[in-house]
């Protein structure tokens, strides 16, 4: 769930929310994030919503669920990092000064979330045997991952294809066919890559075991890609055995019921 901006008065003390807003499909895996509300204007679609009209929510928000605390340090660190370099003004409101603090924090993460969608963008296209962006920008990462998928990849059944699973649903970005893997899913991250900690978190193995099974063929395989935000030269892969992606799926199922109960809403498919 995103972090967003109290648009109360100054004079209130609470300055960060949770936004109860999240990513629905119908059950046909339309999306269905939005909605036309009474006054005619387009609004997230609530809770609310989805029990009136038997919607389901996305893989990712259920995963939200389950508790990231490198995310939650790392955000906490980008608000200390931004108090110290933003300078309270003369009179300003400890509330005013608060504000921008945060604002400013999230400048790095906005950054990041818009490279990662225009790369997750490029690497789609380079699967569909499409043509390419030809901002410079992106010129390296791009020619990273195409090397890679000339090498691995045979096939694309498909890419960004809607899947409704028990109680869930969601985007799953390709099927295709990995030397030395065959037919599998994989998932494609654009993240930073430290070689001193893991790149693929339980999430990514999660998400995976969770769209195969909406897939409804578990004899495929399933497979974490990172094209590293910070080196465009690198591309880490990992291929989960069948173990973990049991495990996985077991895992997401419980994080499911988690999710139904606190929010009180069994969605389609599934039983608290």
């Known amino acids: ?102 604002k400013a924090s999230k400048e790095q993460t906005t950054k990041a979330a818009e490279h990662g969608t225009r790369m997750h963008e490029e690497m789609e296209k380079i699967l569909m045997g499409q043509e390419t962006s030809k901002d410079e920008r992106m010129a390296p990462y791009i020619k990273t991952f195409k090397e890679w998928a000339a090498e691995n990849v045979t096939k694309t059944h498909w890419c960004e294809r809607a899947l409704v699973g028990a109680g869930y649903a969601g985007r ?37 075991a969770a769209y195969r099974m909406a897939w409804g063929d578990t004899s495929v395989g399933c497979v974490s890609i990172v094209l590293a935000a910070n080196d465009p030269e690198k591309i880490v892969t990992r291929v989960w055995d069948e173990r973990e992606i049991c495990e996985a799926y077991q895992a997401f199922s419980a994080l499911l019921k988690v999710w139904a109960w606190v929010k009180q809403y069994t969605p389609p498919g599934m039983k608290l």
Not at 27 to 50: Q, Y
Not at 172 to 184: E, F, I, P, S, Y
């Open 1 to 102: 769930m995103a972090l967003t901006f109290s648009q109360k008065e100054p004079n209130q003390t609470r300055l960060v929310f949770t936004d109860q807003a999240g990513h629905w499909y119908n059950a046909e895996g339309k999306s269905a994030h939005v909605i036309i509300g009474k006054t005619g204007l387009e609004r997230n679609t609530t809770v609310g919503d989805a029990r009136k009209l038997g919607l389901y929510p996305s893989v990712t928000s259920v995963l939200a669920a389950m508790a990231k605390p490198q995310l939650t340090n790392w955000q906490m660190e980008q608000v200390l990092l931004a108090s110290i370099n933003i300078a309270r003004e003369p009179d300003e409101s400890l509330e005013s000064y608060a504000k921008r603090v945060i």
């Open 172 to 208: 799953c970005d390709a099927l295709v066919d990995l030397n030395g893997v065959g037919t599998c899913i994989i998932d494609l991250k654009n993240r930073k890559v430290n070689d001193r900690y893991e790149p693929f978190f339980e999430t990514d193995v999660a998400q995976l």
